[in-house]
């Protein structure tokens, strides 16, 4: 079912502040969580709106037995091949996060995605298939706000720019470097440089042992978040990816938002023995994660840390960096 233009509820906004002019159609998926009706319809308007043709998968707003899901595991994969295989989808929107992307690790086209090098978009528990996805060096990484997050937060200019820069670069544009962010050093020191990898720490961390967390290549730059864990949690399932060599040959590593992880001053000391353990430089205070208005960013898209500034390539901008 294709879902055309409505009654705009974009406001004044125009497709070209979020989205490249080249974007025309997006497949709306939901591989995890139980999506709620009423955010799912006002997302289509959102987006119909926009004048962006949008192609929902059947079992969106299905439901399974199991509440903390969309539908069945086949039904969820299903519905994803579906879209993964239909020309006119430029792109994969996922929906909304929770649990339940690895059910589908074994049962996707990894073939058909490879070939089409299709942008799948979201985060949180989408890192399951974001690293998968990396692992099988198939379709294109992108760790942007959900679907049904996504009319809140484009009320914020900034969001609105960088939101539009990681779809252009999912899309293949090329940009210049542009200065992101600040940082803050915890550990190490130098200029960085690299491939970006990023996702949810406790989701990654949940695959190792599978063969869909992904080895990553000497000189990857890796930024992690993660919400509602523990201190002692967080510092688990960082050794955990530790000792399975996640770290082994990344040239940084930087921490975006820990929602509700403890208390900031046991993060950050935690986040100073990890950095002298992996003896790399250890950056905090990415706006990156589960807050209003995150980063958007590309698994794969280049990465400059210099003075303790995040530069990433902006095709929209003539400046350098």
Partial sequence: ?????????????????????????????????????????????????????????????????????????????????????????????????????????????????????????????ITGLHAAMTAKRAGIAVSACMALALEENSRSAPFRRNFKRAWALALRKRGTFRRISSLSPVGGSGEVQGKLFCGNLTTLASLCGTGFLPRLPGGKVIFLEDIAEPVRKVDRTLMQLKLSGFFAGCSGIVFGDFKQCGEPDEREELFRRFAAAVEKPVFTGLHYGHCSRSLSLVCGEPVLIRNNSLFLQDPFTAGKS
Wanted: glycine share 8%.
């Fill in 1 to 125: 079912m294709r879902l055309d233009a409505q009654p705009s509820a974009a406001g004044n906004l125009r497709k070209t502040d979020l989205f490249p002019k080249e974007l025309h159609c997006i497949g709306l998926a939901a591989p995890a969580g139980r999506v709620d009706p009423e955010r799912y319809r006002a997302a289509c308007r959102f987006l119909t709106g926009l004048g962006i043709e949008v192609i929902p998968g059947r079992s969106v707003l299905k439901g399974d037995i199991l509440p903390y899901v969309s539908a069945s595991a086949e039904d969820r994969a299903a519905d994803l091949n579906e879209l993964i295989r239909d020309p006119e989808v430029q792109a994969i929107y996922c929906l909304r996060g929770g649990y339940g992307s690895v059910h589908l690790l074994d049962r996707l086209d990894w073939a058909v995605l490879k070939q089409r090098r299709l942008p799948v978009v979201g985060y949180s528990d």
